[in-house]
Each structure stands twice: as C-alpha cells, then as structure tokens.
C-alpha cells in the first residue's frame, strides 16, 4: 500500500521554527520530485516548496523565501522542510506531494501521490 505521511507539526510562537518531514511507505522517493503545500481554514490550497530528484532544482514561494528550506535524504527516505521565523499566516495544514516526471509546485495539478498534512499552528 502506497502512502505519503507527514509529521513535525504542531504549535508554535511567532519567530518560532518547525522541520516537517514527509516520508514514504511503498515507493522510493528517490524517483520522485516532492513538493509542499498548505491549506488554511477558508483558503485556498497554496504550493510552499519544492524539490526535484536530485535536489538540485528547487522552488519556494515568495511568501516563504528566506524563512523556509526544502531538502531531502534519500538514504532515509525523507524530504524535510525547514521552517524558520514562523509567522500566524504560516498557520495551516501541510501536505507533500509526491510526483515523477514533474515538479509540484502548482495548486492545480493531480500529482502521483498526496499525504494527508500535519497541521501548523502559529499562534502566541
């Protein structure tokens, strides 16, 4: 059975930091590129950070550069996203997605694989 699962979430003060992980069970994720999302009550679904296979292209949204790093290990199966200086608007769930021929970094496409989030919360 083929699964994405998220973990690393939870509360935390503005200026705070978290490192999400998203990991596998069932595929590699060294085939595939892995990208971050997030979704806030009464929001739309918003592409965070992105990383190809080889984790030499990577993307990030402007509302997040310079606060968040996308990385990954695939001896463990892992890709991580770093979140530093944490602010409410950060506040959401977040998911990965999993995909192998493209980038995912846009809201409107079905990528191969999605988690279920962990959930993020900023909040004093």
């Known amino acids: 059975h083929l699964q994405l699962v998220e973990s690393g979430g939870g509360l935390v003060q503005p200026g705070g930091s978290l490192r999400l992980s998203c990991t596998a069970s069932?595929?590699?994720?060294?085939?595939?590129?892995i990208g971050w999302f997030r979704q806030a009550p009464e929001k739309g679904r918003e592409a965070v950070s992105a990383i190809d296979r080889s984790g030499g292209t990577r993307y990030s949204a402007d509302s997040v550069k310079g606060r968040f790093t996308i990385s990954r290990d695939n001896a463990k199966n892992t890709v991580y996203l770093q979140m530093n200086s944490l602010k409410a608007e950060d506040t959401g769930n977040y998911y990965c997605a999993a995909d192998r021929l493209h980038l995912p970094r846009q809201v409107t496409v079905q990528y191969d694989y999605w988690g279920q989030g962990t959930q993020v919360t900023v909040s004093s």
């Open positions: 069932g595929i590699s994720l060294e085939h595939y590129a």
